[in-house]
């Protein structure tokens, strides 16, 4: 339901997974499509992970 929201535009996301098991199929359907950006990150600490959504979702009010 989450990969519908987003293909139909009602919704942004920024999602992390581990190597195993990898990436679940709906995400990998969309990075495959165009819908979805994939990008190859070291661990991230909370603040930093904070910072990436702000840069990629926008600023929170």
């Given amino acids: 339901m ?3 929201l987003v293909q ?3 919704a942004k ?5 581990v190597p195993r098991p ?3 199929a709906p995400l990998l359907r969309m990075w495959h499509e165009g819908t979805a950006e994939w ?3 070291e661990p991230l600490t909370a603040e930093q992970g904070h910072e990436l959504c ?4 926008g600023e929170s009010s």
């Fill in 2 to 4: 989450l990969t519908e």
């Fill in 8 to 10: 139909a535009g009602w």
């Fill in 13 to 17: 996301v920024v999602a992390a997974c």
């Fill in 22 to 24: 990898g990436v679940p």
């Fill in 39 to 41: 990008f190859d990150l």
């Fill in 54 to 57: 702000e840069a990629l979702l």
